[in-house]
């Protein structure tokens, strides 16, 4: 399972040293170490993925997020046709800082 790049954050802030907390193993120990800028500890990350698999789960949320993924979709699709020059040399950026992963696009 990837971190979440916030969880990736906090480990790079607080130098890998995780601190246990009384707290820790529920959403709010997440919540006290990101904002404490230090390491989340495996407990708390796994805590925070069920809360946010949970959250997703829900059909109200799942519908909005397919509503903004959708949304956001098209005014890209927009955006492409009204400035492909700038739209191609933007994804060109993006994809040289986050190459394509080869193995993984070989196996799908
Ligand atoms: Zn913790």
Request: charged share 25%.
């Amino acid at each position: 399972m990837p971190e979440t790049v916030h969880a990736e954050a906090a480990r790079e802030v607080g130098g890998g040293r995780v601190v246990n907390r009384p707290h820790c193993g529920t959403p709010y120990g997440y919540k006290l170490h990101v904002d404490s800028q230090e390491p989340t500890c495996a407990a708390c990350r796994e805590a925070r993925r069920k809360q946010m698999a949970a959250y997703r789960s829900d059909p109200s949320v799942a519908a909005l997020i397919a509503w903004e993924s959708r949304t956001r979709y098209a005014a890209l699709r927009m955006l492409a046709r009204r400035y492909p020059a700038a739209f191609l040399q933007i994804l060109d950026e993006v994809r040289a800082a986050d190459p394509r992963p080869a193995a993984e696009a070989e196996a799908a």
